[in-house]
Nanobody, 127 residues
């Protein structure tokens, strides 16, 4: 059973940047594609960024392109997400999730694709 834990959330000022980490245990990260998602109160969970087992990545819609970047370090069993130019509406619980069924060079931004989820980390954007 894969265990997923997010960290790095907190209070951030608008237009700042924030780095989140997603650590996995119980298996080897190299077997999994990983996605980052967020969910604000009353909203559906949305995909932000994903990275395949090969390191290929996808980001959210074009309107958000460039604001969400990430990487993976298989040796540390950790995936990272960087959020740039934070806005108050970015406040949400941020989740990462792992999936072992994607093709080696692909990943998905759809939550239903993912098997293993962390508990989330809260991000609040306010001055």
């Amino acid at each position: 059973q894969l265990h997923v834990v997010e960290s790095g959330g907190g209070l951030v000022q608008p237009w700042g940047s924030l780095g989140l980490s997603c650590a996995v245990s119980g298996s080897t990260l190299s077997y999994y594609a990983v996605g980052w998602f967020r969910q604000a109160p009353g909203m559906e969970r949305e995909g932000l960024f994903c990275i395949s087992r090969s390191g290929m990545s996808r980001s959210a819609a074009d309107s958000e392109k460039g604001r969400f970047t990430g990487s993976r370090d298989n040796a540390k069993n950790t995936v990272y997400l960087q959020i740039h130019n934070l806005k108050p509406e970015d406040g949400a619980i941020y989740y990462c999730a792992a999936d072992s069924t994607n093709l080696f060079n692909d990943c998905s931004l759809f939550p239903l694709q993912y098997e293993y989820w962390g508990q989330g980390t809260q991000v609040t954007v306010s001055s």
